[in-house]
């Protein structure tokens, strides 16, 4: 399937779906919880008092964290272009979760050059091949990198991302290498649920429960 195929596959669902999903802005408000803020971002809006004491602490000071994120200057040059404007927010939305999740000297110098490395995509359209590569990329980060500040939380979002790109591949009717990606979620979640983070082992216990990449 060629990009060209893959946008009007997309636009097509888009369309279909359209008319439930505006029934279901007038019906309901989505929800959020903690493992969408820590793997998504601090801009969702969550219910912290759904959670212990000691979690909501814990996710507040994330929260917090995030906040005080400040992305590095955009290149003048750039800022006249949308889609490099879309390309500098993903990036920086993807350097504030690194910050916000870990602690300590260097971190925002260490999740710009994760970032960096990685060269995330600004947006998935639905498909396989972006959230697979940051699972990739994670694992492989963590491998070269075991003390790394992130190494609570790289397995949770490897796992996470499996699931995701699991959900792109049975959108692009493959069911083999969905399977496969589910599979490939298994080891790193359950890492994360033994991680020595409450705030991770939380989360990936949500994501346990729920099986898949989104509600």
Known sequence: MDNGQ???LATAIMIAIAPVSARMQVTSRPTYSL???VVFGAYLPVDTSAYPAEVRSLLQQHIKRSQAYRPRPRPPEDKKFREMNMVYSAREGY???MFAIASGAGIERLARQYVDELR???EWE???DCPEEEARFAEQHLAKNPGTPFREYLPLLAAHRW???AAGYELEERPQEAAQSRRASEAPLATALGSQSLLIRTAAQELKAR???RN
Request: a positive charge; proline letters at 5%; glycine letters at 4%.
């Open 126 to 128: 639905a498909f396989h």
């Open 163 to 165: 699931l995701c790109a």
């Open 95 to 97: 350097e504030r979760r």
């Open 120 to 122: 995330p995509c600004y």
């Open 6 to 8: 893959r946008r009007a």
């Open 35 to 37: 493992l969408d803020v």
């Open 211 to 213: 099986g898949q990449c």
